[in-house]
Structures are given as C-alpha cells and as structure tokens.
C-alpha cells in the first residue's frame, strides 16, 4: 500500500472508530471529519480500503468458530478449558454471550464505512474516473455482503443506507424480505461496475490481490437466491443458476487441479479464490490467528513452535463419512504435511504426539512458515470459491427438474477430489453413479458440500436452510452426527437463528429480540 493510501485509511480509520459510540449512530464530530477527509481520488480510494479492513472481522474467533463448532462437522477439542470458547459446539449460547453476536459489529462497521464512501463519493472530482467507479461499486458490494451475513444469522435487521439514516439513535428492525431487495440491487448494480479482473495495481499504486470483482457480485447473488429458494422458500432457482452460470461463462475461473494448492500462500491469486480475506501475514493488521483454530496444540500451544490453539476437530461422523479414495481426508504425519488432515507427528520444535491427543485435525489452512510465527497467518481465509459455482448452480439445475445437468456439475467437483494432484491410486471412480432422482441428487450435493467446503465455515448455513423445506433435518443431523450437540440437553429449533446481542437491545430499546431469547418478540415481517 501507498503511503498516501495508507494515510487515507489511517485517517478514516480514527474517525469511525473514534467517533462511533454505537455501531448504528455516527457521533456528529464524524462528520466533521469525513467532510475534510474526502476530497480526493486516493482518499476515495483509501476509505474503501477500510471497507475491507472491518470485513478482516469475520475471521476473528468468535465469528469464524461459532458456525464451524455450531455444525454437525466440526466439534470442539476435548481439553478447551473455556467453555464460551466451545459454546457452540454444545449450541449453549444466549444473547449474552459474545460467541453469536460479532457478526453485528463486523458487519456494521463494514455498513458504516460503505455508507461514507458512497454518500461522499460521488461529489469527489479526479482524473482517475475508472478506480472511482470501482470505489462505490466495491462499497455497494460490501455493505450487501454484509447484510447477507446478517440476514443468514438474525433474519431482519436495521436497513440504514446512509450516513444520515445511520443517526436515527433507535432504528427498528427491517423486515427481512425489504432487506433483501436492497441486497439484490445494491449487488446488481456492483456487478455491472465492478471489473472482471483487476490490473496489477488500483491506479494509486496499491496492489489489488483480494478486491472483489464482477464474479463475487455473481456468487453473492446466487448464495442470496440459493438461500431465499430454501431458508424462505421463495422457488427463485432459476434467479440462482443464472448468478452462478455468470461466473462459469465468464472463462475467467476455474478448478485447481491440486484441492489444497488452492489455499496455499505460495499459489495466492488462483483462479478458483474468487472472493477472499487477503492475509499477507507481514504484520499484525495484515495477517491473523485464523489458521489456530486448526493447528494441533500438541505442537506447541501458541509457543511459536508450529502448535496452535487446536479447537476445531472433525466430528467422528463427519470424519468416517468420506468416500474411498478422497484426497480431501488424506492426513499426514507432521508440520511439513501436504494433506487436508494432520494426524499425528511433530511440530517445528520436536513436540511430538502420535497419534494426536483428541484426533485428526484440519490442515488445508497451512502457513508458508509452518506455523513458526504463530500469530501471523500469511492464509487467504476463503469465503466464495469457483467450485462453489459448480455446486450452486448444480442444486438450482437440480431443483428446476434437470438432474442431468446437476449430475454433470457434482462431477466436476468429483473428479478433483477423487483424482488427486493425479499421482496417487484412486481406487473409487468419480463419477456419480447414484439414483438420479431429485432428492437423492440432492442429497448427493449437500454432501459433496461438506466435503468440498470443509472448515470454510459453509455446512451451520446448509443445515439451517434444508431445515425449512424438510423439517427436522437440522436436528436430526445434530443428533445423529455430533454427540456434544444435545449433552447440554434437547435442542431447541429457535437456536437455528442467533439472538440479537444483548448489548445492542440495551443500547437501543427498539430492536426487538430472536424468539426463544426472551426481550420483546419480533413480528413475522422481521422473522420468517
């Protein structure tokens, strides 16, 4: 980054969160200073920059860990000694505890800072028009991306589009369906600004390795019509094979032939990662601890010895469930493992354990160093993949009744799982030679789901959103497939949606609260 870009974000950066006292309200002395903040191009540009900087804040520890442990895939280690860590293996969470409601402030100040760069960016005169362009349609994707998250983990939320409508002190939840439709323009019109591919650098001589492009406006388009076709049974399937169907004709993506190369720092920028959380791994601001939920920490909990916090295991079941022959579950013996799974071994300072303590751990996520400088990950944290093209417009084939042509995309995502990097013996054939009618071709792809999107925080969403169209699915794969689920006691159905948190229902007495969380209750118009 630029020093003039960098100053810009700095800048923008103690503003917002100088000034912001609820992550709703812009304090009014903010204003003061974004009013002689933007003025230029390279500050347009270095305030959408802090767009994704507060977007980093999904790949904390509560956001990130709270569906992956939620799961039926993924279960806690066995020796985590805080149980608010580990809460949402148990799915023992109120609206209290902090390990459902971080996506509300990520997700605001993302709203918060997208706000200002398309009311102030428009006005701002600079020779570099194209980049400007790309400046308000990368602010119109955020702010959407970011009600998506919303919207999949609290249904209705306050709409505020503006920096004006952000001063209302008391803003009431949002019906979820108007919530949507403000998602699906703001995407729509990102898509026709944002570029295909980005140049070597943005215009102010900032590299743009992690910038969204026209296929993340795509692939959000098609999880939100993926999600309103199941979760809200809205049948918009064709909606959602045309966004996906945009990203396979565009040519411009496409499978690795190694799974795990995709992940792999040394192959940043390929051309399956079409939406990421760069992560360098420099510093601390462009780095993260994303890769500690996975290292073992019989290597060396946070000790700088290639251990980690190890809180994230495969659930027996999910771990059994792998076919013959699937890369995606080869486990290696150490650090220097080149295998989706790790499973025994030594770290980089010889603690050893074989097999490891509480099982097999994920090692997709594996750092350039190994995991020497524990607390720096220089991994790209996944959020929409080129092979999950595949899958959403395999699913939405499938449900507008052409199994065929769904069978010929699960394939695709077959045959790289099943062949390799093309030197091992893969005994099982790729293709799927299951029966071919709807609901087995749909359970074909949900499970190829939890395979291919593993530890990329995708299977909580999958559950709660077949749950709808086939009641009891989510608490009958909870029961069935992770024991820590229930030995808290019955699953109530109402923690298939997060609660407000407690602290923004206290601040601001007009949002009413999740059913089941106690407060005031929601209408249907907020709640589906």
């Known amino acids: 980054m630029t020093r003039k870009a960098w100053v810009a974000l700095m800048a923008l950066s103690v503003g917002l969160t100088g000034a912001c006292t609820d992550l709703l309200v812009e304090d009014p002395q903010g204003f003061t200073t974004t009013d002689t903040f933007y003025k230029t191009g390279a500050d347009l540009n270095g305030a959408t920059i802090a767009i994704y900087n507060a977007l980093r804040g999904l790949q904390g520890q509560a956001n990130w860990t709270a569906p992956e442990l939620a799961s039926d895939m993924a279960r806690a280690d066995n020796r985590e000694p805080n149980f608010n860590t580990k809460s949402p293996d148990f799915i023992a969470w109120d609206a209290s505890t902090g390990q459902t409601g971080g996506y509300w402030n990520t997700a605001y100040s993302m709203i918060t800072r997208a706000n200002l760069v398309l009311s102030k960016g428009p006005a701002i005169e600079t020779p570099n028009a194209q980049t400007k362009a790309y400046n308000l349609a990368e602010a119109k994707f955020l702010r959407a991306y970011a009600y998506l998250w919303l919207t999949k983990v609290y249904d209705g939320v306050p709409l505020l589009l503006s920096p004006e409508e952000q001063a209302n002190p008391r803003p009431e939840r949002t019906p979820v369906e ?36 026209k296929a993340a406006a ?29 990203v396979i004709d565009s040519g411009l993506w496409s499978l690795n032939v190694d799974y795990l190369r995709t992940f792999r720092p040394s192959n940043k920028g390929n051309r399956e990662m079409i939406f990421v959380i760069a992560n360098s791994g420099m510093n601390s601001r462009t780095g993260s601890i994303f890769q500690l939920f996975y290292y073992p920490r019989d290597w060396g909990l946070d000790r700088g010895q290639g251990g980690g916090w190890g809180l994230i295991h495969p659930t027996t079941w999910f771990w059994n469930s792998y076919a013959s022959g699937d890369y ?60 999950e093209a595949l899958l959403f417009y395999a699913e939405a084939q499938n449900e507008l009744g052409n199994t065929g042509t769904a069978v010929t995309y699960l394939n695709m995502i077959r045959a790289r799982a099943r062949n390799g990097t093309g030197a091992e013996n893969r005994p099982e054939p790729a293709d799927y030679a299951g029966p071919t009618d709807q609901l087995s071709v749909r359970n074909a792809i949900y499970m190829e789901r939890a395979w291919e999107f593993a530890f990329e925080a995708k299977r909580w969403f999958d559950l709660v959103r077949r749950d709808t169209r086939e009641p009891g699915y989510w608490s009958t794969n909870l029961q069935s497939h992770d024991p820590n689920a229930t030995s808290q006691g019955p699953l109530a159905t109402y923690k298939k949606r997060f609660p407000i948190p407690q602290g923004q229902i206290s601040s601001n007495p007009a949002l009413c609260q999740n059913a089941g969380y106690g407060g005031t209750p929601c209408g249907t118009g907020v709640q589906p």
Not at 179 to 203: K, M, S, Y
Not at 335 to 359: F, I, K, M
Not at 364 to 387: C, E, F
């Open 328 to 387: 995606r579950r080869d486990g290696g013996t150490d650090y220097t493992s080149n295998t989706a799974y790790v499973t025994g071994g030594c770290g980089l300072s010889n603690l050893c354990a074989t097999p490891l303590a509480d099982g097999p751990m994920p090692y997709k996520y594996k750092k350039s160093d190994n995991g020497a400088n524990w607390d720096i990950s220089d991994v790209d944290t996944p959020l929409y993949r080129y092979a």
């Open 178 to 213: 108007q919530v949507h439709q403000a998602i699906i323009q703001d995407l729509t019109e990102a898509e026709a600004d944002l570029p295909a591919t980005w140049p070597a650098t943005d215009g102010y001589g900032d590299p743009t390795q992690g910038r969204v492009t």
């Open 218 to 246: 795509q692939m959000a388009l098609a999880d939100l019509y993926v999600w309103r076709s199941t979760y809200l049974q809205k049948g918009e399937w064709q909606q959602a094979s045309d966004a996906a169907k945009r």
